[in-house]
């Protein structure tokens, strides 16, 4: 049985989907500083050059080649711009179940791109993968990664009360960690509507796109961080260390 899913490359009208590149590095250390992605995810803050260097060249391929899922840099069609990250994780390869976090780069939002480039990653897995189960996190209060969920065609499953941790900033700008409830949504092949392209309403509203809880680009322990690195109290880590949820983030 196949444990490792293959190195590909997905196109919507507007996006492609492809592995991380070293070149992608400047873009991502900028998204993941906005402070939305440090509010819902549990991603290192600052962010910083280092960071997405692991991120871009070490880690978002390992994750596809040691089993766990796979992630993809979403892209303009058009300009290439690095638009945004879907990622594949907690792989189960004997139910054919995994988990989908995103994060969307601050001028990208409310295009619509969040829920484009999730559902033509569901369609893949389900149809080319042979999956069976699409699942995703958003925390309580993560709004705008909830109207992602239901543009996808996700179905809301029930609430893990108190179940992850979110950050919220102080007047004084430092971040503050706060347990928050997390939404769990399901998506099955039959969700999806037969349309193909599926595409038709872009729009997400304001910030689509970040989940709650994915931690992005950090391989190994920080020596600023509590423990060495954040873990969301009630996600298991991953082998690099680090907790990664879906809307989370």
Known sequence: MTTTFPDVTISTDRLV?????????????????DEHVTAWTSVPHPYTYADAVTWATRTAHT??????????????FLTQRLVGIVHLQDTDWRTRATEVGYVTAPWA????????????????????????????????DNTASQQVAQKTGCISE????????????????????????????????EDLDEDEDGYSDYSDGYGDGYSDGYSV????????APDGYRIPTARANDANGYAIFSDRN
């Open 17 to 33: 989907l492809r592995p991380f590149e070293e070149e992608d590095v400047t873009a991502l250390a900028e998204m993941m500083n």
């Open 217 to 224: 680009g950090y391989a190994e322990p920080r020596d600023d």
């Open 63 to 76: 994750e596809r080649t040691e089993g766990r899922g796979i992630v993809f840099a979403v892209t303009e």
């Open 109 to 140: 939002r409310g295009e619509g791109y969040a829920s484009e480039s999730v559902r033509a990653v569901a369609r893949w897995l389900f149809t080319d993968q042979g999956f069976e189960r699409l699942e995703l996190r958003t925390a309580a």
């Open 158 to 189: 029930g609430v893990l009360r108190n179940a992850c941790i979110v950050r919220t900033q102080n007047p004084d700008g430092s971040w503050a960690d706060t347990r928050s409830d997390l939404i769990v949504w399901g998506l099955v092949p």
